[in-house]
């Protein structure tokens, strides 16, 4: 890896103003790393990665010099959000400059159910300005309150409005992405419909996002509900029925095997001991209904609380879907997480991979709509919903973790890569889609170098 150029130094002071350019010290540990640490893998060759600068270009004309200044030096360009992604997607392999985009954070318009915005705008304040327009976001991730719109379509995957509309790459949720490509003149490019999947979730390898457009919904008021008892099968039978109504509208079903409620701390006073939980978030119409539901159904509805508007905590979803997996780390360090998703089996699956690893593996489950057209509505069909969900692993080692893992696999239980930093490439077309993007917008390789495994992997290496 080749010195950072100081001359590079003096030009980015220059151009942004010290204060916009960390160098060392806490910051740029803290600015340099994610929530890699999840992964007991990802730690140890994660832990040591530094950017050599952090810049924070506060205009998308000081963002373009910024790239141009980094493509004429040859230096690594990793864009950064909040920072909250666990696969160290922003996390700078070879150093170099990591661009923050958290000064680049105007929401321009919501208009029409499409939300217009720079990419440091936060997800909790995009819901806020959206309400209050009379939409709300389709779906977010549980970090909300500090990932941005460009981390999110940048490394995230869906989350909350999951179980209605499904991931951020379903249906038509995403309008346009407007790039601006790392070359010595940075051209601005823009993708929208179909065209603009290619540079969803490229980890920031595939130009650096300046203005992105969202399709929203229109906004209901929820309420958040949580559902215990000590019988997991018949909690389960009632969360999947009420993922599956396509008559109930919500945001959330979530379900956990006892003892991850334990780790719940600030909801201890609502919880049962020994209990399995499941947590909701429901059209506030329909609350009244879905509680006295589940109480005919046998169980006990623990906790009730609007969501307000504007969005303040108490959040539900503050447990949900790798909250969960913080929550629980924080009890018990040895905790860790694997991507699941399960098949219409989903009970056998569950119960046979409990009995091979009854003290390793705690089911936390997370339904979402495969199908979002029919998820809810008079054409709605239960099949439209599926069930994955984000269990935890007590992890011992690495042997034994890939024994587990390659046990849910052979059970049929697909898994999700998420204790590598390289991004899934997906399919021929995709790589080769993804490949032709590449080349057009960042001819020298150098934004976010070594995360799209078949790319050359260090562009600094000798040839
Ligand atoms: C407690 C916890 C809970 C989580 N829950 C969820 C969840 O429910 N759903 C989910 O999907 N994820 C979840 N995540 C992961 C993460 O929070 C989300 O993926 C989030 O959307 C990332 O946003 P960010 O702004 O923090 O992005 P960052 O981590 O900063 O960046 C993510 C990626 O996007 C790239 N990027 C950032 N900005 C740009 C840009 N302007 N142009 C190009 N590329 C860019 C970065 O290079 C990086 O590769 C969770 C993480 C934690 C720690």
């Known amino acids: 890896m080749p010195p950072f150029p100081e001359p590079l130094r003096t030009e980015l002071r220059a151009l942004l103003g010290a204060e916009n350019v960390v160098e060392g010290g806490e910051t740029l540990k803290m600015l340099s790393l994610d929530y890699y640490w999840y992964s007991p893998a990802l730690r140890t060759q994660l832990d040591d990665k530094r950017a050599d600068v952090v810049v924070r270009p506060g205009t998308v004309g000081d963002l373009r010099a910024v790239l141009a200044a980094c493509f ?28 923050d985009c958290s000064r680049l954070d105007r929401i321009h318009s919501v208009a029409d159910g499409v939300l217009r915005a720079e990419p440091g705008a936060r997800l909790g304040p995009i819901e806020t300005v959206a309400r209050a327009a009379g939409w709300e976001l389709r779906c977010y991730p549980s970090t909300w309150m500090k990932a941005t719109l460009g981390g999110f379509f940048g490394g995230g995957a869906g989350g909350i409005g999951g179980v209605r509309w499904g991931g951020i790459a379903s249906g038509d949720t995403v309008k346009s992405i407007t790039i601006l490509t790392c070359e010595a003149e940075p051209r601005t490019l823009r993708y929208e419909g179909p065209e603009a999947m290619v540079a969803l979730r490229t980890f920031g390898t595939t130009g650096y996002m300046i203005e992105i457009e969202m399709r929203l919904a229109p ?74 539901a589940a109480e005919a ?42 991507q699941a998703g399960f098949t219409a089996d989903f009970r056998n699956q569950f119960d046979a991979w409990l009995r091979q690893f009854p003290d390793e593996v705690l089911l936390h489950l997370e339904w979402g709509a495969v199908d979002p057209a029919r998820a809810v509505g008079p054409d709605a069909v239960p099949e439209a919903i599926g069930v994955g969900g984000i269990p935890l692993i007590r992890y011992r080692d690495d042997a034994r973790f890939r024994e587990i893992l390659a046990a849910a696999t052979a059970l049929g239980i697909y898994i999700g890569s998420t204790h590598t930093y390289h991004l899934p490439e997906g399919t021929p077309e995709t790589i080769a889609a993804r490949h032709a993007l590449k080349h057009a917008v960042d001819p020298r390789g150098l934004m976010n170098p070594g995360k799209l495994k078949s790319f050359p992997l260090n562009p600094f290496a000798a040839a």
């Open 72 to 99: 004429r030096a040859g230096v690594a360009v990793t864009p950064r959000g909040g920072g909250t992604g666990n696969y160290g997607q922003c996390v700078p392999i070879y150093g170099g400059a990591v661009v």
């Open 297 to 338: 159904a046998g169980l006990a509805v623990v906790y009730r609380r609007p969501l307000s508007d504007p969005p303040k905590p108490p959040f539900l979803s503050d447990f949900t879907y790798n909250h969960t997996t913080l929550w629980a780390m924080k009890s018990d360090p040895s905790i860790t997480y694997v």
């Open 219 to 292: 906004k209901l008021d929820y309420d958040q509900l949580a559902f215990s008892t000590p019988d997991w099968n018949r909690l389960l039978d009632w969360t999947d029925a009420a993922a599956r109504n396509g008559a109930w509208r919500k945001r959330v079903a979530s379900q956990f095997q006892w003892p991850i409620p334990s780790n719940f701390k600030p909801l201890k006073k609502h919880l049962r001991d020994g209990e399995h939980v499941s947590f909701m978030l429901v059209d506030r119409t329909q609350t009244d209904e879905i509680a006295a």
